[in-house]
């Protein structure tokens, strides 16, 4: 089956920096979700990206599909930024939406 | 506009007892997920539904039963509990496009305990 990698698998940042967040797949894809688990476990949507690039406020996300992978970036992180990101990807057809194992991200004051 | 909505979301349960996590979504999504998250590890998908009346076996389907009872509800059984499915349960549905799963929205969470 597929394989979604992500990198890196943890991350300390000081509130204000920057970062970026990979996430590499073995074959192609049709579908692509970025999700955010917040501290107390709730999954929330930040972006459907199969491909492109799409921005919400200080988070964007870029996927390039023939190349199989996508970035999501984060600017000036916040403290509410911490919890873990998951990348998420689904081939055609199947209806598996495949998780990799996430980045875990601790944003300190 | 409640979205995906999970009962219970705590139960502790002894091995060998049965139980059955319920799930609703009202945004009249065709498809529904039953997803595994262990501590620190990503989310693993146990059955789906493409859609009503269909139910087919994801990554780890072992020990666990499906029902999709109509188009708005999607229950997930433990015939005979074992602590190895001690772990949080998600519940997920997405408006399916052109064959594909599309976006998915999650419920908060089912957390179990088998002692």
């Known amino acids: 089956g597929i394989q979604v990698e992500q990198s890196p698998p943890d991350l300390i940042l000081q509130e204000g920096a920057n970062s970026t967040l990979r996430c590499n797949f073995s074959?192609?894809?049709?579908?692509l979700q970025w999700f955010h688990q917040n501290p107390w476990g709730q999954l929330i949507n930040l972006f459907y990206?199969?491909?492109g690039t799409k921005q919400n406020g200080r988070l964007s996300a870029t996927t390039v599909a023939t190349e199989r992978y996508s970035l999501l970036y984060i600017s000036s992180s916040q403290t509410t930024d911490s919890g873990v990101y998951f990348c998420?990807?689904?081939?055609?057809?199947?209806?598996?939406?495949?998780f990799g194992a996430g980045t875990r991200l601790f944003v300190k004051a | 506009n409640a979205g995906v909505t999970q009962t219970p979301k705590f139960q502790v349960l002894k091995t060998g007892q049965s139980m059955t996590l319920q799930c609703a979504q009202d945004?009249?999504?065709?498809?529904m997920y039953w997803y595994q998250q262990d501590p620190g590890m990503g989310l693993r998908l146990i059955y789906y539904s493409a859609s009503e009346g269909t139910t087919d076996k994801g990554e780890v389907p072992n020990g666990y039963n499906v029902s999709r009872l109509n188009k708005r509800e999607f229950s997930l059984r433990l015939e005979s509990a074992a602590p190895s499915q001690t772990s949080v349960y998600f519940c997920?549905?997405?408006?399916?496009?052109?064959?594909?799963?599309?976006?998915?929205?999650f419920g908060e969470g089912s957390r179990l305990t088998v002692l």
């Open positions: 998420a990807v689904e081939r055609g057809g199947g209806f598996k939406t495949i």
């Open positions: 997920a549905s997405s408006d399916t496009q052109r064959g594909f799963a599309g976006e998915l929205f």
């Open positions: 945004m009249n999504h065709n498809s």
């Open positions: 074959d192609s894809v049709n579908n």
């Open positions: 990206i199969p491909s």
